[in-house]
């Protein structure tokens, strides 16, 4: 591949990184959310979002999907959810550092997490019907295809600069 090409798509997996590193900050950022606010307020917030037909009519496939999910978190019952999330957001936070920070070992690990998260995204989806999940399966392939053609490329760096100087 071509200089040019090479650092188009070095600039493509650090945009990728950053696209990762904004959604586990989100992540985490919804896990304190939900750990903040109260049941009473997460329903307040549902009805006012229902009742300004944001989702298309109150009776629409949108909302009756919106409200389903919402249910749990509404009644309190909420301990998977901040776990999730929270632990999804670290650990896509930390994968993050350590691959703009070109760690080896953090490579392979990435792979390998992202994969499960793409299996789960896609049971998930299969279980929920999700429109977003499929979508975000696909970017985590995109991603897993990025970290590997990265890490194959510091790999060789690192050979021939062993090379030289040995």
């Known amino acids: 591949m071509s200089d040019a090409g090479t650092r188009r798509t070095e600039r493509l997996f650090k945009i990728a990184l950053l696209i990762k590193g904004i959604d586990g ?9 939900l750990l903040l ?11 006012a979002v229902i009742s300004r037909d944001l989702l298309g009519p109150p009776d629409g496939s949108l909302t009756r999907h919106f409200v ?6 509404a009644s309190g019952h909420r301990t998977f959810a901040v776990l999730y999330l929270g632990l999804h957001g670290l650990i896509k936070l930390a994968l993050v ?4 920070r070109k760690v080896m070992p953090a490579y392979p690990v990435a792979v390998v997490v992202l ?4 299996a789960y995204e896609i049971y998930r989806a299969t279980q929920t019907h ?12 995109a991603i897993i295809v990025l ?6 490329l510091l790999r060789r760096e690192r050979a021939e600069a062993v090379g030289r100087s040995g």
Request: net charge negative; glycine share 8%; no cysteine.
């Open 130 to 141: 999700s429109v977003l999940l499929p979508f975000l399966a696909a970017i985590d392939i």
């Open 25 to 33: 900050a989100a992540e985490l950022v919804g896990a304190v959310a």
């Open 97 to 100: 550092w350590a691959l703009l």
């Open 37 to 47: 606010i109260s049941g009473a307020t997460v329903q307040r917030l549902i009805n």
């Open 147 to 152: 970290i590997i053609r990265e890490y194959r």
């Open 115 to 118: 994969g499960v998260f793409v």
């Open 68 to 73: 389903a999910g919402t249910a749990e978190f």
